[in-house]
């Protein structure tokens, strides 16, 4: 669990890239950038995050090491353990008139116990919102 001063790093807004600008880019914090160039680097490998200062008018791009840099190295990403993973566990929402429907999300860090090919057995070993009853 993250204690309060980790978080707020976290969440502190992505900093204009210009030399001697204090501004930051609006609504873009470093966790969402973070997030957001990891979804996008899956399918185009030279992604970059742009972005527009509103103090100093810069037009930035932030490349995932630009972005991984500013965040402490004891709240960077870990290579997991062999035996563990990340589930994504999706709930198909309503279909809508027009036909569209959507999913509710999260992910669940499981330790894996036995693998059957296409299958698995294991044990969870992250909160989540949708098992919160499970150990």
Same mark, same amino acid.
């Given at each position: 669990?993250?204690?309060?001063?980790?978080?707020?790093v976290l969440d502190a807004l992505l900093?204009? @890239?210009?030399?001697?600008c204090d501004g930051a880019i609006p609504l873009?914090?470093? @966790? =969402?950038a973070r997030a957001l160039i990891e979804y996008r680097l899956r399918t185009d490998s030279a992604f970059m995050l742009p972005g527009t200062c509103p103090e100093?008018?810069?037009?930035?791009? =932030?490349?995932?090491?630009?972005?991984?840099?500013r965040i402490p190295s004891h709240l960077r990403p870990a290579a997991l353990p062999a035996d563990r993973f990340w589930a994504l566990m999706l709930i198909a929402g309503p279909e809508i008139a027009s036909?569209?429907?959507g999913f509710v999300g999260d992910r669940a860090l499981i330790e894996r116990v036995q693998d059957f090919g296409d299958a698995w057995t294991g044990y969870? @070993?992250?909160v989540s919102a949708f098992t919160p009853t499970l150990p």
């Open positions: 669990m993250l204690t309060a001063d980790e978080q707020r900093p204009c @890239r210009r030399v001697g873009v914090s470093l @966790r =969402f100093c008018a810069a037009e930035c791009a =932030f490349t995932y090491s630009d972005v991984i840099n036909g569209e429907s969870l @070993r992250s």
